[in-house]
């Protein structure tokens, strides 16, 4: 459909809608497209800085978070070492307490026998004396005769 000459608004009007224009920007100047260049290189730059910025961290971390491993292990394993020496040195305390037990019972025993025995020591000591007493002896050969029971029961006490 064409248009007549009462439809046109203007002469350009009927060349804009025939001869359409592209919608594209005319090319820049040469200056213009040398700041953005200049501008794509340093943001390229800054980029690549940022880039080894991060990849540096990212090593340090790995090696923070590997360090970090190895400590926990080195943790676990001085726990477990605590733990053994915990339960070897509960089982010495049980055997110190069960030794000194037995010892004192020993002891105890001991005393008892001692007590025992001085007991026998005294009343036989005490039945010399009594049995000594007892006999009044003139005669010289009784004296020895005293003498010799109290001598032998001396020494047969001293022997036990």
Known sequence: MTMRRGDRKDFNYDNAINNPCSRQKEPAFYHELNFSLMT??????EVQKLAKHNEEAASQRYEAEQRAKEAALQLIHVQQKIQTYQIEANELKERVNQNYLFCS??????????????????????????SVDEETTNNPMGLVQKFKRIWLVIKDILSK
């Not at 794509?40 to 730059?45: F, G, K, Q």
């Open 40 to 45: 794509v290189r340093a943001n390229l730059e």
């Open 105 to 130: 019972d020993e002891q105890r025993n001991h005393k008892k026998t001692l007590y025992l025995y001085n007991e026998e020591k005294a009343d036989r000591i005490q039945s010399l004396v009594d």
